[in-house]
Every structure is written in C-alpha cells, then in structure tokens.
C-alpha cells in the first residue's frame, strides 16, 4: 500500500469528519443552576461554563467596558469558581495596590461574577449555609459590574488596597472591597447578559430584556444548564474562536508514480483567536504543522510533499485541524476547506509485465533510453499498440468532499500516448 493511497483515504476520512462535527451539540448537559442551590455545594465554579458564556456575553453587550486580569505573579485565584475580569480601572487600582507591596501575594475569592453565580450565593446566604456573611441579590452586587473583589488576606492588603482606589466594607463583609475610583455602575449588566443569552436560545420562551431581575428571570436562571446554552453569544459567533477560510492551491497539473509531488494550501484566519504555531496544522497525510502564529485575518501558506504509489487521478482535501484533531470550522464567510487534484502519470518506464500483452519482455533495463513522456523528442515508444481514443485521465472537476473516485486502472499504453497534451486539470475553490 502505497503512500499516495493512503493519503487520499485520510482525505476522504477529514471529509466524513467535519460533516460529524457540525451535528454536535455544544455546551450540552442535564445539570442545571436550580440543582445547585441544594446541591450540597459552596463553590460557584459549578457554574463555570456558564458563567464564562456570561461574560461573553457581557463583552459583546458592553465592548470594551471589562478587561481580564490574570493569575500569577503576586496574584493567586482562591478557586475555580474566580472569574479574573474587572473594570479597566478597578484593575489599575489592583497593580498599584500589587505594587505597594511588592512580592507578596493578594489571593482573590471572587471578581466578576456572573449572574448565576451571585443567584446561587445568595441562595446559600438566605439558607444559612457556606459561612456566607453578607450577600446582594442577583443583579445588586458590585461584583456583577466588576467593581469589586474579594480578598481572603484582606487584612494584610487593606491598606495598599485603600490607598489605590477601593473600598473596604467593613466588618459587615470583611473581605470585600468595592472600586470607587473610577468605572460605571453597570450591575444591571449581568442581568442582561443572561436575559440576551436566554431567548438567543429559547425564542419560544423569550423574556424581557430589560436588565431587571425579577421572577420572570428567576424562574428560567434555575433551568438553566450549568456547562452554558448551545448558543454561547449573540456576537457575531461565526466570528468568534477558532475559523478558517480556504483561499487557494496551487498543485503540479501532473505527476508521476515514484515522484515527488508538492501542493501547497494557503487559508485566512477568520476567527478571533490567534492560530498559534504548532497548535494547528493541515490535515494531510502527514499533517503539515503551522510553523508561525498567525493572527485574526491573517493568511498563512502551508506546503506539503507526498510520493504518489499509483497511478490515476488523486483529489486531496484541504482542510485545517486544531491540536486535539478538530476540524477549524467555517468563518461568517467562505468555505473552511478545499481539495486539489493531480493527475498521476504512470512511471517513465514501468516494469515488465509479463501477463500484459501489451508490454513485451525485452530485458532489464527495459529500454534504451528513458521516455521521459515527451513523444516529440523521438524517444522510442514503449510500444506501438495503443490506440487512439483510449480514455483519457483528465480528472479534478468533482467538487465536494469525498469525491475522489477509484484509481482507473487503464493501460498505460494510453497513458504513453496522451502525455504532453495537458491531460491534468486543477480544481481550486
Ligand atoms: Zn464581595
């Protein structure tokens, strides 16, 4: 089994792939936040799914009003549950309050918090459970429009934290600090992130969006999957993440069997996220990883060799994968993946074939010159038996995946006559 095969089978598997992948369902799961608030539980990372979708979310309403902030360095996320976003000048006032007091370390319970995660702490509060001390309804907190943090060595970071901008409650709520330097009071933001997201997903059920919490709001937050809805934003999704565009090929019109053959594949990055080197590649047989990061709208070329084993037309599909083997799925515009098809001339002189009556045994080497497949230059034939009118190889007009046919097996004799009249198409899309 030739190479050259091999590597048309893995094309037309891609295909069959990326047709599975859009039937998945995303963010799917039974769980919702109503069984949480009995769920024995006291952290909010339950919720995590979807309150990142939330914070999204908040992003596509409200650009450019939170700004993420990470863990590291002198700055340590108490759990998972930690979402690390706040407003651009609560997150001043955090480095210069990190910088009063270089080298130690600020450990954070809680920042942002989406709207399901404060339901549930105050659900816990009113319970009397999880030690919770004081704790705002849904759509009341400071934390809600990134203005607050909670800090669990607030004694040791009081000061530096007053000095810079925020606020200490008091012992009402002794590790909560609430921003008043700068920022909006966008607490609201929270309730409306998830009202959007909620009738995005359920139009049959829509509620008011009107950032408001209220029973209406209450009732479908608890039915609400904790892993996230199926549609994760209301921005533009084909924009988001990870998106490819196919623009072009370029392939040999021709090859022949034993040499080799180099295609190259060239896509725009029409996503939002960076394609980092190494972490995305071409799914070709070997796949061809990308050697440098490529940003949103960016374009990038990959090249990849091959030595074709048979003869016959060959069509290889074009298409990019992620580092767990993904397909990059299509952006708001343009197909993610493309084919090229080459045709494969049989070797210059293939070898004796004792059961083919139309190639004589004549010894080893089997000529006295090579056909280098260029009938003007007088170069002997291999034989004279051929006849017109044989089919030709002129292939590469099928579109679509999967659509590389069976090697024809014709006798090379029609091969041999034909060659040098540009048997070869390319397919490009
Ligand atoms: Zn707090």
């Known amino acids: 089994m030739g190479g050259f095969v091999f590597s048309r089978r893995v094309a037309v598997h891609a295909c069959a792939l990326w047709g599975l992948v859009s039937l998945w ?17 006291c952290s909010t990372a339950v919720v995590r799914g979807l309150a990142d979708q939330l914070v999204g979310q908040l992003n596509c309403l409200y650009p450019d009003t939170m700004e993420p902030f990470d863990e590291g360095g002198q700055i340590e996320f108490a759990s998972g549950a930690v979402l690390g976003n706040l407003q651009p000048g609560a997150i001043d006032g955090l480095m210069a309050a990190l910088d009063d007091r270089a080298g130690s370390t600020i450990t954070i319970t809680s920042a942002l918090r989406s709207l399901p995660q404060q339901y549930l702490l105050y659900q816990w509060y009113l319970a009397g459970r999880c030690g919770i001390q004081i704790a705002a ?10 203005l607050a943090i909670d800090v669990s060595n607030h004694d040791a970071w009081r000061n530096a934290l007053e000095n810079n901008g925020w606020d200490w409650y008091g012992s009402g709520d002794v590790v909560h600090f609430t921003y008043v330097r ?3 009071d966008i607490r609201s933001a929270s309730v409306l992130s998830f009202q959007t997201l909620w009738n995005a997903n359920h139009p049959n059920d829509a509620i008011d969006e009107d950032g408001l919490y209220g029973p209406q709001t209450e009732a479908r937050l608890g039915r609400s999957p904790v892993g996230g809805f199926e549609i994760a934003t209301t921005c533009n999704p084909c924009a988001q993440g990870m998106h490819a565009r196919f623009d072009s090929a370029q392939a040999p019109p021709e090859a022949v069997v034993g040499g080799e053959v180099t295609i190259s594949a060239s896509f725009t990055n029409t996503g939002d996220a960076t394609w980092v080197a190494g972490q995305v590649s071409l799914a070709t047989n070997p796949p061809v990883a990308l050697g440098a990061d490529v940003i949103d709208g960016g374009s990038t070329t990959f090249t990849h060799s091959f030595v074709p084993a048979a003869e016959g037309p060959a069509t290889i599909a074009l298409g990019l994968v992620d580092a767990g083997g993904a397909p990059i799925p299509a952006g708001c515009e343009g197909a993610p993946t493309g084919e090229v098809t080459v045709t494969v001339l049989p070797a210059a002189d293939p070898p004796d074939d004792p059961s083919d009556p139309d190639d004589p045994v004549d010894g080893s080497p089997d000529d006295p010159a090579p056909d280098d497949g260029d009938d003007l230059d007088g170069d002997p034939m291999v034989d004279g038996s051929g006849a017109p009118g044989e089919s030709s190889r002129a292939v590469g007009l099928a579109g679509g995946c999967g659509t ?16 040098g009249l540009g048997l070869a198409l390319v397919r490009r899309r």
């Open 25 to 41: 369902p995303l963010g799917a799961s039974a769980q919702t936040v109503g069984d949480e608030v009995g769920g024995g539980g």
């Open 137 to 146: 309804s849904p759509g009341r907190s400071n934390h809600e429009g990134g």
């Open 182 to 184: 700068a920022g909006e």
């Open 404 to 419: 590389s046919g069976p090697l024809g097996k014709e006798p090379p004799v029609a091969v041999l006559l034909l060659m």
